[in-house]
């Protein structure tokens, strides 16, 4: 399957800034769309960010604004510039990505490990 590894989490004070990246491994031919989901304890699962192929972004009100969503396509690589960080930005962020397999053209919806975001002062 493909696998996808996340990175740039950590600790930062309300105010401050975070770039997470997200890098897709294995056989793909063609990705459809990459996006950021993120989950608080006792919430579930929300949608952040979304870009799509054609370059079409989506984010939550929560974060318009404050957020960046973009990919590199010659790496395949997604990125999340989070901007203004406030305390309830606080949760694991996910990393998502759809597209067709370069082996037998089936198409795959893989996740990331997550990776932590924690602002606080």
């Known amino acids: 399957q493909v696998q996808l590894v996340e990175s740039g989490g950590g600790l930062v004070q309300p105010g401050g800034s975070l770039r997470l990246s997200c890098a897709p491994s294995?056989?793909?031919?063609?990705?459809?769309?990459m996006g950021w989901y993120r989950q608080a304890p006792g919430k579930q699962r929300e949608l952040v960010a979304s870009?799509?192929?054609?370059?079409?972004?989506n984010y939550a009100d929560s974060v318009k604004g404050r957020f960046t969503i973009s990919r590199d396509n010659a790496k395949n690589t997604v990125n999340l510039q989070m901007n203004s960080l406030k305390p309830e930005d606080t949760a694991i962020y996910y990393c998502?990505?759809?597209?067709?397999?370069?082996?037998?053209?089936?198409?795959?919806?893989?996740w990331g490990q997550g990776t932590q975001v924690t602002v606080s002062s």
């Open positions: 294995g056989s793909i031919l063609s990705i459809n769309s």
């Open positions: 998502n990505v759809n597209g067709r397999r370069s082996d037998n053209y089936a198409p795959f919806a893989s």
């Open positions: 870009i799509s192929s054609g370059a079409t972004t």
